[in-house]
Each structure stands twice: as C-alpha cells, then as structure tokens.
C-alpha cells in the first residue's frame, strides 16, 4: 500500500521583519505561531533549512538553529534523513473561531476585556488627568539612585507626611505619618486590615449590595460574611450593626458603593461607639469622598473618633485610582498605632515594600498642590456629567427608571420594575460595547428580597458629548426597540 506523501509546507507568506530579537528567535516566533493558529498542519514537511535560508535570505545557521529551537519545545520533529514534520495537534477547543470566541470566554477576562469601555464603573476622566505634569515629576525621580536599592516598607517618609497633611486638611483624618502604610492600591490595604485584625472564621458585617473586590478577600480568607442590607435611599440600617456581635465591619460611609448613599454625623458616632464598646473593629473604606456634589463630606469616622481620641478600633482606607487613576495602583492604610507593626509584618510577607518612584512622583504631587487643583477640577467636570447624565436618562427613559444614588462620585445606580432584567439588558449592553454592571455583580447570591432591578453606570470617563448617545443607545436596549436616531431626540 503506498504512503501518502505529506503536505508540504508553504512558506511563502513567513515574515521575519521586526526589529526584536535575533533572526534566529523571529524565524523562531513566525513558524511556531503559525503552527499554533492551526495554518499549518500536523504532520506537515517544512522546506529543508537550506531552501528555506534561501527563500528568506539567511545564513543556513540560523534556520538551522531555529529549527532545533523549535524541536526542543515540541513544535516539529526531525525525521532522519527525511526533514522536519510538525507534530502539534491542537485541540479543537484551543483554536480560535470567530463564533466561539467571545462566548466562550471566561468571566474574568470579559471583565478585562470591559475595563475601560463606556460606562464601566469607577475608571475617572483619564484624558483630563495632567499627564505632562506627572511625566515630569516621574523623570524628575527616575535617575535617582537612592530610590533604586530597598525601600522603606512602610512607605516613602516623604510620601506619608505628605498624604498625613493632605488628609488631615481634607477629611479631618486623625494621623501621623507613622500610622500610614502605603499599599498596592485599596485592594491591599483592604488585605491588610482584614489580615491584621481578623482570625479565619471571625464575622466580618458588609453591606449588601457592596464592593465585590472586598467579598473576594473575606472569602478566600475563610472569614464568616454577615451581610447588611442597603437599603435605597435608606442606605445602612444603623440599628442592625449595633446589635452584631460581629468582630468587624466593613463599610462605604461617604458613597455607599454602589447604591450612592451617605452616613450622617449621628449614624457614624453610633458606629464608632458600637465598636468601642464591643473592641470591634471599623474598616472605613472611604472611597468617593473627594467628589461629593450636592454638599460637603461628613468628617470620616475616623476622624470623627479622633477628636473623641478613641480612634484605636477604626482602620481607614483610601487609594489614588479615582482621584487620579486607576493603574498607579497605590493607595494607603492608616492603622491605630498598636496595629502598625503587625500590618508591616503581613505586607512584608505579602509583597515587600511598594515601588518607590512613583511613591516620589506622588509626593511631590500632592506636595506642589497638583492633587488638590486636580480633585477640584474634576469636581466640576464630574458634576456636570452627573447633570449631562440625570437629563439624559430622563429624557431617553422618561419614568421608566429610577436615579437612587446621590449626587457623587463616578457613578449613577438605576432602579426600575417589570420590563427587561438587570442580566439581560447588561448582556445587550455589552454585545453593543457598553458597560452596564447589574446590581446582582455587587451580591453575594441571587437577590432574592428585591422585587425590583437595578444597574450601575460609570460616567468618569465617558465624553460629556457622547453622553446623549450612549444613554440613547441604552434606552433603545432597554425597550427592544432598534435603535432610534438620537439627532432628533437630543434636539
Ligand atoms: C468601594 C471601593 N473601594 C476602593 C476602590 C479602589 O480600589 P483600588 O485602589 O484597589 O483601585 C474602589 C474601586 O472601584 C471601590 O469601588
């Protein structure tokens, strides 16, 4: 019986150019990424070495030795006296086709994927941020010797006498520089003052619906989440905090993350006495502050226990990534001075001290008045988009839905019954390229005492002029209606 002669191999279309890497390690790269897109075949014969370092004007050495490269790694195989064959079978679920390829991705990713698009939540208006101002203070520290060896675990000095003057003036926190740690955005002070305070099993009170990054802490940690219903308009429920026997509590006084509602000064005294009285910790996630529209913050509980000087329970926690933004990844933990040590301890464990020349570049940031000009300016720009998108919503969804959040922060939160589901209408969204988180993202479970739906829209860095369009476009989704033209309904 004769053997079918294999496939031959066309190179013809093998490109080398790019300036990275050897010819050896291009020549490299191009044959094997075509294997693995699947274009060339199992059990295909690649050209010889020397017909192929003709047809792409190389020395037979360096074909040679990306071959053998790719015999090591499994990619061909060499047949003696007959060439090179490849001998990668992909797996049919490891080929990317057009149809499978966005439904079969995996959660984590869509969100990656969904980070930045219109109306994600909690990104700010990056294209104001001063970015030559902030490249010139980067430059200003990147020579620095003195910042590239070992850094202080803590945090830059500089940096934490800096942020302890800025949040004293601005949020009346109760502080010295040595009750600071810099961390690694919200996320890890959010870690360290779970870690630090909390024993596995302990009960951690979190309001519900809440900040999904801390849940993931609270249960890979193997803490017990006791929830607090967040009520619209309401917000907390003071009275079912203060008869927890919980050991800690977790909560968003200024913003209520995500339903936009605030503690007054009455509700955050009770809270601060509850926890003292108990030897309860606070874990005061701050978060929204900076952007209150309708009227001042309330001092924050931690500076309000401060004044009391009873401020040893409370753990206040705030990041740079929406007064700035989101991938300069740094944020702080001010701790009661009893806890400094143990939380240096864990971060040491953890990660290690935080990258100092952005720690330098911030400093200087705040220090030379760029933070505060720039949290006052975006108040402003924030505020008008608030308005731009409260117009909006009710001219393209007239009573259909609901506003409950307050005006703050980056974010409106809908509310509206009967008609299409939260889930649904954010899987239209997001096949239209738009971020529509349902409410159900920020529960633990299915929500099973709400009758109603909801969603959250991120406005910080969407347009001030694509506004219109974009709630329009939502509108049309939300009524299975195709979409309406939104010249005329914007005039
Ligand atoms: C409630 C809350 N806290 C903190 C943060 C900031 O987190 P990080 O500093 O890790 O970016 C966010 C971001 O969206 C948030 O929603």
Redesign the pocket.
């Known amino acids: 019986m004769a053997l079918l002669s294999p496939t031959l191999i066309e190179t013809g279309d093998l490109s080398i150019t790019g300036s990275s890497g050897t010819r050896q390690d291009r020549l490299f790269h191009a044959i094997r990424d075509k294997i693995v897109a699947n274009l060339w075949p199992m059990g295909g014969r690649l050209p010889s070495t020397r017909k192929l370092a003709e047809e792409l004007s190389l020395s037979r050495n360096t074909v040679t030795a990306a071959y053998e490269q790719l015999v090591a790694e499994g990619y061909i195989e060499s047949r003696l006296g007959s060439g090179f064959y490849i001998c990668v079978d992909l797996p049919d679920h490891y080929l990317p086709t057009q149809s499978s390829r966005d439904d079969s991705r995996p959660p984590a990713i869509a969100q990656a994927l969904d980070l930045n698009a219109p109306f994600a ?2 990104v700010p208006d990056l294209a104001a941020f001063p970015a030559a101002k902030w490249q010139s203070l980067l430059q200003r520290h990147a020579g620095r010797q003195s910042l590239m060896g070992n850094q202080d675990l803590q945090g830059l000095a500089v940096l934490r006498q800096a942020l302890s003057d800025y949040l004293a003036s601005s949020r009346s926190v109760h502080c010295d520089p040595s009750r600071i740690i810099i961390t ?7 870690s360290l003052a779970l870690l630090a305070t909390l024993n596995r099993g302990d009960r951690i009170l979190m309001e519900q619906p809440g ?1 999904t ?2 849940r993931k802490i609270i249960d890979w940690q193997g803490y017990q989440l006791q929830t607090l219903n967040i009520q619209p308009y309401q917000g907390l429920d003071v009275n079912s905090v203060l008869t927890s026997e919980s050991e800690a509590l977790y909560l ?1 006084p200024s913003n209520q ?2 339903m936009g509602t605030t503690l007054n000064t009455e509700q955050r005294l009770k809270l601060i006495e509850w926890a003292i009285a108990g030897k309860r910790w606070i874990i005061e ?1 701050d ?2 502050s900076e952007f209150q529209f309708a009227h001042r913050p309330y001092t924050s509980l931690q500076g309000l226990a401060g004044q009391m000087g009873c401020d040893d329970r409370i753990l206040y ?1 705030g ?4 007064v700035m933004f ?1 991938s300069l ?1 740094l ?1 702080y933990l001010v701790v009661p001075s009893s806890l400094v040590s143990r939380c240096l301890m864990i971060k040491d464990a953890l990660t290690g001290d935080t990258q100092a020349h952005t720690q330098a570049a911030l400093a200087d940031f705040i220090q030379e008045g760029d933070l505060l000009r720039h949290i006052r300016k975006m108040r402003r720009l924030y505020k008008d988009k608030h308005r731009l998108m409260l117009d909006a919503i009710s001219r393209f969804f007239g009573d259909q839905v609901e506003v409950l959040s307050q005006p703050a922060g980056l974010h409106i939160t809908l509310r509206w019954q009967g008609g299409i589901g939260e889930d649904d209408w954010a899987q239209q969204a997001e096949a239209a390229g738009i971020v529509l988180r349902p409410l159900s993202y920020y529960e633990p479970a299915a929500h099973p005492t709400r009758d109603w739906q909801g969603a959250v829209l991120g406005f910080g860095n969407v347009a001030t002029d694509a506004i219109d369009t974009l709630i329009a476009r939502l509108a049309a989704l939300f009524h299975h209606q195709p979409e309406r033209s939104t010249s005329s309904e914007s005039a």
């Open positions: 939540p909690g690694a955005g919200a996320q890890q002070a959010l900040y990054q801390m968003t993350y995500p996630d978060y929204d926690v990041s740079f990534s929406k989101n990844r944020g």
